[in-house]
Nanobody, 126 residues
Framework: QVQLVESGGGLVQAGVSLRLSCAAS????????MGWFRQAPGKEREFVGG????????YYADSVKGRFTISRDNAKNTVYLEMNSLKPEDTAVYYC???????????????????WGQGTQVTVSS
């Protein structure tokens, strides 16, 4: 079992930065591809980005590429989402997720992930 707890969300103005953290329990964190998703009201949950087990490869949705950065610290069982130049359209509940799939590439679908955090709200005002 893996438990994920996100933190760092809040209400911010457009243009500022925010960093989300996701702390994982268990001893298998370093063996898992980790992903970040978000869900805005009335919309489906969408892939934001993901990071490989070692942290050597990170992948991003086109909507956040160049503004968001994902990193992980396997010694601390934590994955991060650094969000810069935030826009009102980034407003959503942000979730981190852990996958049991041993994949060489990026995992972008919700069904690829077995464990989810409770989510943290990010609201960007204009």
């Amino acid at each position: 079992q893996v438990q994920l707890v996100e933190s760092g969300g809040g209400l911010v103005q457009a243009g500022v930065s925010l960093r989300l953290s996701c702390a994982a329990s268990g001893r298998t964190f370093s063996n898992r591809f980790m992903g970040w998703f978000r869900q805005a009201p009335g919309k489906e949950r969408e892939f934001v980005g993901g990071i490989s087990r070692s942290g050597g490869n990170a992948y991003y949705a086109d909507s956040v590429k160049g503004r968001f950065t994902i990193s992980r610290d396997n010694a601390k069982n934590t994955v991060y989402l650094e969000m810069n130049s935030l826009k009102p359209e980034d407003t959503a509940v942000y979730y981190c997720a852990a996958s049991s799939i041993w994949s060489r590439g990026v995992l972008t679908t919700t069904r690829s992930y077995d464990y989810w955090g409770q989510g943290t709200q990010v609201t960007v005002s204009s």
